[in-house]
């Protein structure tokens, strides 16, 4: 019991992840109005950069910026700073992820002005109307 | 919809969840991405390129030319918002029908605070960027809040005094001018015999410096195209997507 | 110079949409000239780089000037040089006819289209060009982010099937993002060979990370090359974008999505790792076919001419995503001649029904009555395109279907062979029914009437030229299929290690 426990607990951020994720993706597929689609899927994008920031996460480690002291006087030691490489892909992520957001949102104020409406079926019905 | 819904992310959930049982723990400093390229990057980036901010460094040099398409993608989500909401009928009626409020009227203390505190947040945006290279910090970030510092103008007086600032067809210029700035840079390197974005042979060029420190000025250099970008990009779709294209009311 | 040109593939229309984005804030016109110019620069550039790769072997550039795993660098193997030149040849064409399409749809709006349609060439070489899992997801991105606003600027219905693509395209390339950080988190490194080696020297290639990792990825790019049943959002976001859009997006989206997953199969997961699954190749198989024969059974349902043409597309995605999990060298060849010929016919194709619907006026199949009478020219090539659609000799459609065929019977994959041979039946069933429209037009038809038929007279020269151009790259491809498709073998061989 106390392993299974200590399992579940070291990956913690792995359950969380996915939990975050299926809740991004469920709203992307059954929710109707389309800004929630869209909260839905930046809720999706963001799971995927606490994933990817979590793997890269040392105990007892700081932010990776070298402290001077150490390139002068010491080794600089690797266990000692957090892995840089996670949080330089999920920079780029965030960006990716903002410009999707900002394209879909322009989207759905071009259906609205086009349709007056952002809820799946009365816009469903008033294309096939036109 | 809801039951097929509920099954693929019951589904999908479960391979994730399987699948996490061969991940390392929580913090584990031995797992393969904390070892092999990380371990590089943690102990050379300062011998490489005098920049103590390792993830400044591989954002900028190690992997310049993600961070320049990096780039290219709020350039192009920019420009793509812009044309999106510039088409399309535009019926009188329905706008009518929005119900955008009448510009309120301006609040005194709130149009003071913020003209005290624009220049103080610019100030702050810049230190970012150029202090980029010493502590947490760098383009994206210094230009969110230089964006930031514009929008804050646009809601405490409105968008016509911020866009009297910052037009649509300048915040396309900047943003042209970023990015032209990061690629020109790059493409420097190309005339002097080098590869695309390889920094060290700007030192043919930079006065007294060498190839160590000519990466280091040239990531600055990168960094303050970034800045221009992302601070023109963020406030003219921010622009663009309140006044539903219009560039007139909104907010 | 010489070792400057893989960047320069990419570098050149970046540095195009830069120039065009910058020259339209003051002269609109000028932004096609230098559209058009970024695009003849690059396909000068990828000519070279494939003669060069095609004599020295595989050539790498390191961007930043880093070696492979600690910086980003590019791959370039014949197999790819290949793909640049369709890439660049098919997006010259669309470049070309878009100002004769735009005139009409989007007149004004040249300043945002150009510069975006240059952005979305970029992150397609930069897809097929880059050596690297995370460059390539940003690459992605790019071409996605500039589709998407290539789609929505189009009228009517364009808005509503962009925000499903949005939705879909965002979840496809999420999938391939976490399937990297899952080859990440199991070798710590992304570049592509790189990774291969560490799984490889470290028998990590089949431990659990690794396979999913395989699936999320194979599975987002399925999304992203719209493989039924995750097709939902193609056909009508390819549809109803503006034509101009349609004739750059359609030919060459889904075939560099193709194109990837090529590449992750055989240079990545190497061949061995998909035939130690016994029953993935079945399951590939089975899917494959239930989309060629979805794809032409609900397009023979269409009487929009550009869905009907979508939904043939989707089809023909079943074929090469088929061909890629029969897992041996003749399949794989059938595969990048089918990538090949199916963007010359899918260009040629799109642009005969941008030229009938820009001549009519009409998107209803309808438009095609008369055309045989009215525009002789722009209808031989669309029937050109379609005859190789159904697989008539000597067009590249036969060809390519032969290769797959005969790839598929090597492995004794009988049910890819019947959904190949049903697909062609009913290409050519949809095909006699537009012909029937187009030749026996002095049967009176209400459409007639309604949609006051029969008056026009060709499509606009500017869109018919490159509809010819297109046409004769269908039958160039299929005229050189032999000494081409034993190239390709040759090549393939080499890059999937095969005897």
Known sequence: MTDLMEFVVSRFNYWIYVVLMMIGLYAMISKRNYVKKLIGMTIFQTSIILFYVSIGVKSNATIPIVDHHDVVHSEILVDHYANPLPHVLMLTAIVVGVATLGVGLAVIEKIYRQHGTIEEPELLADVDQT | MKVFAFCLVFVTGVMLVMTAQDFPAWGDAHSAPNQYLSTYYIQHTYRDTAVPNIVTAVLADYRGFDTMFETSVIFCAGLGIAAILSFGPRNPKRRKRLGLPPSAEGDLIIQTTTRLLIPVTQLFALYVIAHGHHSPGGGFQGGVILAASFILLSLAYDLNMALSRLSDRLALLWGNGGLLIYAGIGLICVALGAHFLEYSALHAILPATDSVMARSHAMLGVEIGVGFTVMSMLFSIYTQLVSLGSLEDGL | ?499
């Open chain 3, 1 to 499: 110079m010489n070792d400057q040109l893989a960047f320069f593939t990419v570098g050149i229309p970046l540095f195009g949409a830069i120039f065009a984005s910058l020259a339209g804030l003051w002269r609109a016109h000028w932004c096609q000239r230098i559209a058009q110019t970024a695009i003849v620069g690059t396909a000068i550039v990828t000519v070279g780089l494939f003669l060069q790769v095609n004599e020295v072997g595989a050539v790498h550039y390191q961007l930043g000037g880093w070696p492979a795993p600690i910086g980003i660098q590019f791959h370039v193997d014949p197999l790819n040089a290949l793909v640049l030149i369709v890439i660049t040849v098919f997006a010259g064409l669309a470049l070309w006819a878009a100002p004769t399409a735009l005139q009409d749809e989007l007149p004004g709006q040249e300043r945002f289209v150009y510069p975006l349609m240059l952005l979305l060439v970029t992150g397609l070489l930069g897809m097929t060009v880059t050596g690297d899992a995370f460059n390539l997801y940003v690459m992605l991105e790019i071409t996605s982010l500039s589709s998407y606003a290539l789609v929505a600027i189009g009228k009517g219905r364009a808005a509503v099937s962009c925000f499903t693509y949005i939705v879909m395209g965002t979840i496809g390339a999420s999938f391939y993002l976490l399937g990297v950080g899952y080859l990440y988190l199991k070798t710590g490194s992304l570049n592509m060979l790189d990774i291969k080696r560490v799984m490889l020297e470290g028998h990590l290639i089949q431990s659990q990370t690794s396979i999913t990792g395989f699936i999320l990825i194979t599975v987002g790019l399925w999304i992203k090359m719209g493989l039924f049943p995750l097709h939902g959002w193609l056909p009508n976001a390819y549809a109803f974008a503006p034509h101009a859009v349609t004739n750059l997006i359609a030919p060459l989206m889904t075939k560099v999505s193709v194109y990837v997953a090529v590449r992750y199969m055989l240079m990545v997961f190497t061949p061995d790792f998909m035939l130690a699954h016994e029953n993935w190749s079945d399951i590939g198989q089975i899917i494959a076919c239930v989309a060629i024969g979805a794809g032409s059974l609900i397009a023979y349902s269409q009487t929009d001419l550009k869905k009907l043409l979508c939904y043939l597309l989707v089809a023909e995605v079943g074929y090469m995503v088929g061909g890629m999990w029969l897992v041996n060298p003749v399949a794989f060849k059938g595969v990048i001649y089918h990538i090949v010929s199916d963007a010359a016919m899918t260009s040629c194709l799109f642009l005969g029904a941008a030229s009938v619907i820009q001549a009519t006026g009409h998107r209803h199949v309808h438009a095609l009555r008369h055309a045989a009478k009215t525009m002789p020219w722009t209808f031989a090539a669309f029937v050109l395109g379609f005859l190789s659609m159904i697989g008539v000799p000597p067009t590249c459609g036969f060809f390519s279907k032969w290769f797959l065929i005969s790839g598929a019977v090597a492995e004794g994959a009988w049910w890819y062979v019947a959904a190949l041979l049903f697909s062609s039946l009913m290409n050519a069933l949809i095909f006699f029914r537009l012909v029937e429209m187009a030749l026996f037009s002095d049967v009176a038809h209400p459409a007639d009437e309604v949609m006051d038929m029969g008056k026009n007279g060709e499509a606009a020269i500017g869109l018919r030229l490159p509809l010819w151009v297109s046409s004769l790259f269908v039958l160039g491809i299929g005229l050189a299929a032999q000494p081409f498709g034993g190239w390709i073998e040759r090549i393939v061989r080499q890059v999937g290690g095969w005897p």
